[in-house]
């Protein structure tokens, strides 16, 4: 198993960071990854403007880590699932 990067939308902390579409991570911070829970588990608690090391496989080759600076996200749509639930 592994998780790769299906998509790198310009001007986003990917893009600065150099990921590139493909990318399959490898260690997120201290945490190795296989699996997208991983991936998640090495963000989980990293403050805005955090500066996180990530090390990914690129066409089956090692790549220099890469340092993803973290930047507040836009908040999801509540589903229709959601707003039924809080009425």
Do not use: H, M, Q
């Amino acid at each position: 198993r592994s998780v790769s990067v299906e998509a790198v939308e310009p001007n986003t902390p990917a893009a600065a960071a150099g990921f590139k579409v493909g990318d399959v991570f490898d260690r997120v911070d201290d945490v190795s990854v296989v699996s997208a829970i991983d991936l998640e588990r090495g963000l989980l608690d990293k403050a805005v403007g955090a500066k996180v090391a990530v090390r990914v496989t690129r066409g089956g080759l090692p790549v220099e880590p890469l340092e993803l600076v973290l930047e507040a996200g836009k908040a999801a749509a509540a589903s229709p699932a959601d707003v039924a639930w809080k009425r």
